[in-house]
């Protein structure tokens, strides 16, 4: 754990190096059999070609049911596919669904597709910064910026930035640390452009603009309920918001980690980026005396309601570095 410092007008401030290369280092030595879960997840690319179909196919006969039956089935089919179409785009820019960067890279293309916007490579970039600077000031744009921390305050402030996380998560790293475009986002723009542009072609062709309408909302409302809204967005939470103080990150053990690759064991993906969440579960019972004494969690609706009603948790309850 962390030595931290923080008052409630700013951040925990950390002098030591974040907590999970040595604790990696540590495990290594007390069970090098760890390196047995390294590797690929060859059901990865499947179950993400899967969930891509299935969105795909909802968006556009959804359209087809009234008002309500449209918001219900966009709330719990649409957000719940959304967040799991976020977290492999996650696990495939680790590198996990195929040995080859450029395989992966492509897979990640085709996972953005029901999120309308190409995102993949620039998120690939910023959440590699994430990991291996961890808590840096100006570097990690996990964390939130000086105006979201001044504007958000208070139960209402932080109800409305929690229902609308996904727009800062989306343009923080824009405004905070703008980056090169290289080629692979300049590809992944083309190509997510260019099947959009098919997709919502042909469902124009034999379907009609009404169809195209109703296609587009189902993909955007799920996009947003699914970082807001949504009992799985509670990830967003609790992997780093700072509940006890002296830890930095935090796993949740629920049932929701079988729609979300896992995501939930965090200190262990922070520790092992290169095990694929499929195989965690593993890791933690592995080593358990490295992880069964860190807080953690079982419910993210909890970590959520906390997040809001706790007036000791803020936007300020991130630990950074310099």
């Known amino acids: 754990m962390s030595e931290a410092t923080a008052t409630k007008k700013d951040f925990y401030w950390s002098e030591e190096r ?14 090098p059999e760890v390196k047995n879960l390294f590797g690929i997840n060859p059901m990865l690319k499947w179950t993400t070609l899967a969930i891509v179909i299935i969105q795909l196919t909802v968006a556009v006969f959804v359209g087809q049911l009234g008002w309500i039956p449209f918001l219900i089935v966009t709330y719990l089919v649409g957000a719940t596919i959304a967040q799991a179409l976020f977290l492999a785009v996650h696990e495939i820019t680790h590198n996990l669904a195929f040995k080859s960067k450029k395989h992966n890279n492509w897979m990640a293309f085709i996972a953005n597709l029901p999120i309308v916007f190409p995102y993949a490579m620039s998120f690939k970039i910023y959440h590699g910064e994430h990991h291996w600077d961890q808590g840096k000031d100006h570097i990690d744009t996990d964390i939130p910026s000086k105006i979201e921390t001044i ?17 800062f998560y989306a343009f923080r790293p ?6 090169k475009i290289d080629k692979w986002q300049v590809y992944n723009i083309l190509f997510q452009v260019s099947a959009m542009a098919i997709f919502f072609g042909a469902i124009y062709q034999f379907m009609g603009i009404n169809t195209v309408g109703t ?20 990830h967003f939470i609790s992997e780093h918001y700072v509940f006890h103080e002296g830890q930095e990150t935090y796993s949740y053990y629920g049932a929701l980690n079988k729609l979300t690759f896992n995501v939930g064991y965090h200190n262990e993906h922070h520790d092992f980026p290169n095990i694929p969440g499929s195989r965690l579960p593993q890791l933690k019972k592995m080593a358990p005396e490295f992880y069964d004494h860190l807080h953690s969690y079982n419910s993210w609706v909890k970590v959520i309601w906390g997040f809001i009603f706790n007036r000791d948790v803020t936007l300020h309850s991130r630990t950074k570095r310099k």
Do not use: C, N
């Open 18 to 31: 974040e907590p999970h290369f040595d604790r990696r280092k540590e495990i290594m030595e007390a069970h």
């Open 215 to 234: 296609a587009v909302l189902y993909l955007l409302l799920s996009m947003f309920f699914a970082g807001g809204l949504h009992p799985t967005s509670g």
């Open 151 to 167: 504007l958000f305050r208070g139960v209402i402030g932080k109800i409305i930035w929690y229902l609308s996380q996904i727009l």
């Open 174 to 179: 824009i405004m905070v640390r703008p980056i």
